[in-house]
């Protein structure tokens, strides 16, 4: 009995138990679901304080992200009161003491639209002749472990070489595959492997594929560019690509000119260096006065005169051409027989009514010209040295051009000298480099900053304020037959609005431009 009644006891008390230790686990559980709720909560919280802290200093580190004011920045990109900054359209905008000329202006509203499209044509075809230099923006990625040139890589058409350091660094793979591609080119490698690990000798694009990295990087340092088109000028954009990375790098196809030299001889004297050119018209007494002057202090020194006077008169002096032309052939037409007859270095160009005088020191201007990179210096008349800037912007479908007066910068070496881009009538220049630009015969009367106008680009141009030629007198004429020879020289020589269109005209086709302001 007594075992009957303890039973159930027993199994009531371990029921209690049971119950008691259920309710310890759902205690606990209810403490750790709460307590991960608090911890969550706290997180929360604190990650929302520190998203908060981090967007307020994000904020912060923005705000000095900013740009100086339009004011500021302007300032940047203007130069002699002309907005230089790059843009798809240009303007020549007015100001005071400006000039402004729109070119389609001066070209018949009923031929504007055939001019137009025969300018587009041509520009087109000039493009092919003188394609450009431009190369395509390459931005270099950081970090990136493919070694090549960024420049200096340079061939000429046909012509084989090594492209140097290219390589591929910090890389580890179990197959390294590498890819080179050209366009206008070649690639091979004189590394004497399989046909396996280097693919497509003699083609465009080469491909090596290796587990071993230093017969990699062995091969690529005998990587070999030949080029295939005779171009006198390109470049080719050469692609190198490793499994993740690539990268772009130029080769240059150039084909160097011939050099012209000239011969100043032994004693390297003035007259076996320099030429005196000048070209006159109808004005005989003034051209008799230059030359006499020039004998003066140079007597051995060769003078041209090319000449377009209805009736010539004969020059006879010693060391002296004188070459006739057309009747009325023009200004332009002169200068470029004159230059074309010139066998010396250098030519000294100077208008027939000048005069030399003792500060005419032709050596001065020579020092300069054979001590700097100078295509021609000029000096001075009456003090006057008119030197101006031309400045040039492009546009996509014309340029603009703006000439301002004074220059760019001193030369250096030379204190009474400066830079710039276009002198007075009286210039020592190098006789190659004016045949290249060249003197445009269709400009007949009134015309000078058009030479440095097709020269932009071209020519490089000094100034120097310490050496001076003379200007013969304006005075009438005392003799009858000499007004009558003035009379009539002032009515070639006056600049007629028919000569203005003509030129604006002409530039507006020639040279491509929308515009054309001076100061």
């Keep these: ?219 690529l340092e005998h990587v070999t560019y030949t080029s295939v088109v005779y171009q006198l000028s390109a470049v080719d954009m050469m692609t190198f690509e490793s499994r993740d990375h690539v990268a772009q790098f130029p080769v240059i196809i150039r084909q160097p000119s011939l050099p012209k030299l000239i011969d100043p001889g032994a004693d390297r004297k003035i007259s076996s260096l320099v030429t005196v050119t000048t070209k006159t018209f109808l004005r005989y007494h003034k051209l008799r006065l230059l030359i006499k002057s020039i004998r003066q202090y140079y007597p051995d020194i060769k003078i041209i005169v090319t000449d377009d006077s209805e009736v010539p008169e004969k020059i006879i002096e010693e060391n002296v051409e004188h070459y006739i032309m057309p009747f009325g052939k023009g200004w332009f037409a002169g200068r470029n027989l004159a230059i074309s007859q010139v066998t010396t270095k250098y030519y000294l160009w100077v208008d027939d009514d000048y005069l030399f005088t003792e500060n005419t020191k032709i050596e001065k201007l020579l020092d300069v010209l054979e001590r700097t990179n100078l295509d021609m210096v000029g000096g001075s008349v009456n003090g006057n040295t008119y030197s101006f800037q031309l400045l040039y912007e492009q546009g996509d479908d014309s340029g603009c051009l703006h000439l301002r007066y004074g220059s760019f910068h001193k030369l250096d070496g030379f204190p009474n000298c400066v830079v710039t881009s276009g002198v007075v009538n009286f210039y020592l220049a190098h006789t190659d480099k004016s045949r290249h630009v060249g003197y445009d015969p269709l400009l007949q009367r009134v015309a000078h900053s058009e030479f440095f106008m097709d020269g932009v680009g071209i020519l490089l141009v000094g100034s120097c304020s310490d050496v001076s030629i003379g200007h013969q007198d304006h005075n009438p004429a005392s003799e009858p037959n000499l007004t009558k020879v003035e009379d009539q020289y002032k009515r070639f020589r006056a600049n007629t609005q028919a000569q203005v269109q003509f030129k604006l005209s002409l530039h507006y086709f020639k040279n491509r431009l929308k515009c054309y302001s001076r100061s």
């Excluded at 029921?15 to 679901?33: A, C, D, P, S, T």
């Excluded at 001019?115 to 931005?139: A, G, T």
Aim: glycine content about 4%; hydrophobic content about 40%.
């Design 1 to 219: 009995m007594i075992l009957c009644t303890e039973q159930p006891l027993l199994i009531e008390t371990s029921v209690r138990r049971g119950k008691n230790h259920e309710g310890e686990i759902m205690k606990y559980f209810l403490i750790l679901i709460l307590c991960t709720i608090v911890v969550f909560l706290v997180s929360m919280r604190w990650k929302r304080l520190a998203e908060s802290q981090i967007k307020e200093e994000i904020s912060v580190a923005r705000s000095d992200l900013k740009l100086v004011s339009p004011e500021k920045y302007k300032s940047l990109f203007i130069y002699n009161g002309i907005w230089l900054a790059p843009k798809n359209q240009c303007e020549c905008p007015k100001a005071d003491h400006v000039h402004v000329y729109q070119m389609e202006d001066y070209i018949a509203k009923k031929d504007l639209a055939s001019v137009k499209e025969r300018r587009r044509k041509e520009f087109e075809h000039y493009q092919k002749r003188y394609p450009s230099m431009i190369q395509d923006l390459v931005i270099a990625k950081p970090n990136v472990p493919l070694s090549y040139p960024i420049q200096g890589v340079e061939v000429m058409p046909l012509h084989t070489i090594m492209i140097p350091g290219l390589g591929l660094h910090g890389v580890t793979e179990e197959k390294y595959q590498v890819i080179l591609r050209a366009s206008l080119g070649t690639l091979n490698t004189l590394a004497d492997v399989s046909d396996d690990v280097v693919r497509g000798r003699g083609k465009k694009e080469l491909i090596i594929l290796t587990s071993d990295v230093e017969l990699l990087n062995f091969i």
